[in-house]
């Protein structure tokens, strides 16, 4: 089990590799494609300029535990549900959890990274571990190597550049909805039998406050 403390920690740590090569950021240790990934409520250290109420607010919004290797994606495209179905039936031994990033569950994966909802709009992430994110077509790419062969094989296209990969990948993101168009909530609603993958599954299935984010 992975341990991390958030207040003072998570920003230095992963804020730079984010700005310095979206779509990349080094694989979490050995351990993390198997364990939950655990942040720990830590009161602040000694020295720091946190109020006790303060840290009182910010663990409040931490969850405990996160779930590893999620692909966090956009609920309501066309073309991004049927990559998820895709990677569904590849995925026999079930290694890759998903999270349309509309709902509320994927909040914390989001504050994680460092990342919000437009930026996942935009691109697709895949948290491998608390170290270790993928936006865009490196995501894709890494999802696949979680897969059985054939399938794993795609990951090989990792070698290419990632600005050519990237400038591929915008270019169909921008137009997704014109080419394949999109629902007015999260689509696997309609797909529930892939369900039992995704992470914000009762809070789809529960029709609760949390589905006004769609």
Not at 111 to 135: C, H, K, N, S, T
Not at 136 to 159: D, E, F, H, Q, R
Request: hydrophobic share 40%; net charge neutral.
């Amino acid at each position: 089990m992975l341990t991390r403390t958030l207040i003072g920690r998570l920003r230095p740590r992963l804020a730079p590799s984010l700005a310095g090569l979206r779509g990349y950021s080094p694989r979490a240790p050995a351990g993390a494609a198997t364990a939950d990934l655990v942040i720990d409520e830590d009161s602040p250290r000694p020295g720091s300029t946190v109020g006790v109420g303060a840290a009182a607010a910010i663990a409040a919004t931490v969850p405990t535990v996160l779930q590893p290797r999620v692909l966090i994606y956009d609920g309501v495209c066309h073309l991004c549900h049927r990559g998820v179905k895709w990677v569904f039936k590849a995925d026999k031994h079930a290694k890759i959890r998903f999270c349309c990033v509309q709902s509320r569950a994927a909040e914390p994966y989001l504050r994680l990274v460092g990342m919000d909802r437009e930026d996942v709009l935009r691109r697709v992430l895949f948290i491998e571990g608390p170290e270790a994110y993928y936006e865009g077509s490196t995501a894709a790419l890494k999802v696949a190597s979680y897969l059985p062969l054939p399938y794993s094989a795609l990951s090989s296209m990792l070698i290419i550049p990632v600005p050519l990969r990237d400038a591929i990948y915008d270019y169909i993101a921008k137009n997704r909805y014109d080419w394949f168009g999109k629902d007015d909530e999260c689509i696997v609603t309609k797909d529930q039998e892939l369900l039992e993958r995704f992470i914000d599954r009762e809070e789809i299935i529960g029709g609760g406050p949390s589905n006004s984010s769609y």
